[in-house]
């Protein structure tokens, strides 16, 4: 089988990205989804708050996905459904196998890679203790209330503040459990500011910083956790333990891109954001595989998602009709202060540069984002490790740039 | 006179201004740390009565998946979220389900209506009918 653009994984990243793949020319668009549906996490996402700025609507997940969905059926994208892919080599040659095709393969002129990330589990971060049921990560929890209809427990303690434990922590508290709180390991909460409102304050649900859980404890099922302090460096505090009795621990600790595929395709991966290093066009490091969404780096919010698709989406279609030269002057962007995590990773002088960032540490003050060699400045009324800060330098400022492009974050 | 003092985070957007009101006999006299008027909307409304909007399931029968997400078209008190929540216990939808379909009208006397946020085809042992 050929195709213009092969896009994997349907969820908000390849939605968008094979649509935009169809609107700017690409003929012969193929979408491969291992689910039997199309839209990815979403689904299971029932809560508001998706595509404000993109559609400038309050969607829930599944309301965002049947919109995307809608409008992929009115473009010519193909869409194969419980097909798996199982490899991608560097001259974009897939391999993939469903019910009805078997094992087949796809030379597609460029790929893009959609699938997401996955969820840090108990084994990521060692929790000493028993192994007894009632450990799930919060993403499974999530699925199992709100699309298979069960219940995970009674009475539920949540093991990290990341906005899916925040949620859950809410749904569950609708559904009848009782939530006894929300652990986190540093001294600020993981996800956004409007979920710690409306998730946990609204419901009561009390939520401590600085510790976390270092035991388990059940044969069968779980009876409780034991909880402790951490100080400035992470190390617990010895004799602060405390006990606390529950039927199930949820973990919210944490997300990673997901790149089997990519590491086999050849691809060069960041060990900061785990996910392709990656151009402002959203090609990876292998001429014609694009990524986009989380399996480039854990985004704070699906409009960012969107926003990496449309221009993966838009390249890979004009990589595939021979648009986009194989070698194309590069310059790297850099983390300079207080700069833990930048997206993406090099220039190629395609487009406006669209950077994401993460501060290293929260300053609940004014800012400004210094970008250099350009001189470049712009506000911003504090920095939060938690909350993604988006910064759009214009391409026409960057044309006369040589070497790396370093961003900084300084008090103002 | 009675005087007293409230916090508030805004979720209007996500800079989440933290807000302090001074309040006498239950009127607003000063607010600050607020960076638009949207929260001080926010604030008002907070004070007289909290509104979500509400997000939950309700059982399907026919389709593929046992149950079938829902909200509320416009947000209800705050105060009602659990009478809503306890109205929809026994709800049994019969697939097929369109987005936006109505599932129920003005629950629980708010003037708001329970919708459906996904399409359900009908399906017999997985098989669409």
């Known amino acids: 089988m050929e195709a213009d653009v092969t896009v994997i994984g349907s969820g908000p990243a390849g939605l968008t990205a094979a649509l935009h793949a169809d609107k700017n020319g690409a003929k012969n668009v193929l979408l491969l989804e291992r689910e039997e549906e199309l839209g990815g996490i979403l689904k299971q996402c029932i809560h508001n708050g998706f595509g404000l700025e993109q559609f400038k609507e309050d969607y829930t997940g599944p309301e965002y996905a049947e919109r995307l969905i809608g409008e992929t059926e009115k473009t010519n994208v193909r869409c194969f459904l419980n097909t798996m892919v199982t490899g991608v080599v560097p001259d974009r040659t897939i391999t993939a196998v469903n019910p009805e095709k078997g094992v087949f393969q796809i030379e597609s002129k460029s790929v893009v890679l959609a699938m997401g990330c996955r969820e840090r589990a108990r084994g990521s971060i060692n929790i000493p203790g028993t192994r007894p049921a009632g450990v799930y990560t919060a993403g499974v929890a999530q ?270 | 006179m009675a005087r007293e003092s409230k916090h508030f985070t805004c979720v209007i957007c996500p800079i989440g201004c933290e807000i302090d009101v001074q309040l006498e006999d239950g009127n607003v006299v000063s607010m600050e740390g607020n960076k638009c008027e949207k929260s001080e909307e926010f604030v008002l409304q907070e004070l007289k009565e909290p509104m979500r909007i509400l997000t939950t399931t309700v059982r399907i029968k026919g389709a593929k998946w046992a149950m079938l997400p829902v909200r509320t078209d416009e947000p209800i008190p705050r105060r009602l979220l659990f009478k809503v929540i306890e109205e929809l216990a026994n709800i049994e939808m019969q697939a097929p389900v369109k987005v936006s379909d109505v599932i129920i009208g003005d629950i629980a006397g708010t003037g708001a209506n329970i919708v459906a946020t996904r399409n359900m085809k009908r399906e017999r042992k997985g098989k669409p009918v």
């Open chain 1, 143 to 412: 699925r199992f209330v709100n699309i298979d209809g069960y219940l995970p427990g009674k009475e539920i303690v949540i093991l990290g503040s990341g906005d899916i434990g925040l949620i859950m922590a809410r749904r569950l508290t609708l559904e009848g459990a009782q939530v006894k709180g929300v652990y986190e390991i540093m001294d600020y909460p993981g996800g956004l500011k409007r979920n710690i409102v409306q998730c946990l304050n609204d419901f009561n649900i009390p939520l401590y910083l600085s510790r976390t859980v270092t035991e388990i404890r059940g044969k069968e099922r779980v009876e409780g956790v034991v909880v402790s302090r951490v100080d400035d460096t992470m190390q617990t505090i010895g004799g602060s333990e405390e006990f606390i009795s529950c039927d199930t621990l949820l973990l919210s600790v944490g997300l990673i891109p997901e790149n089997e595929l990519s590491i086999g395709a050849g691809v060069k991966l960041s060990p900061t954001t785990k996910g392709p290093i990656t151009t402002e066009t959203m090609e990876t490091s292998v001429p014609g595989i694009f990524c986009c969404g989380n399996v480039s780096t854990v985004f704070d919010l699906v409009d960012y998602v969107a926003q990496t698709g449309i221009s993966a989406g838009r390249n890979a279609a004009r990589f595939s009709a021979g648009a986009l030269e194989k070698d194309r002057k590069t310059v790297e962007v850099v983390p300079g202060e207080n700069v833990r995590m930048l997206f993406p990773q090099r220039y190629c002088f395609e487009d406006n540069l669209i950077l994401f960032i993460r501060s290293a540490e929260p300053i609940e003050r004014a800012v400004r984002i210094e970008i250099s060699p350009l001189g470049l400045r712009m506000k911003r009324p504090y920095a939060r490790p938690n909350e993604m800060i988006r910064v759009k330098v214009p391409r026409e400022k960057l044309k006369d740039v040589t070497g790396p492009i370093e961003v900084n974050i300084r008090e103002s």
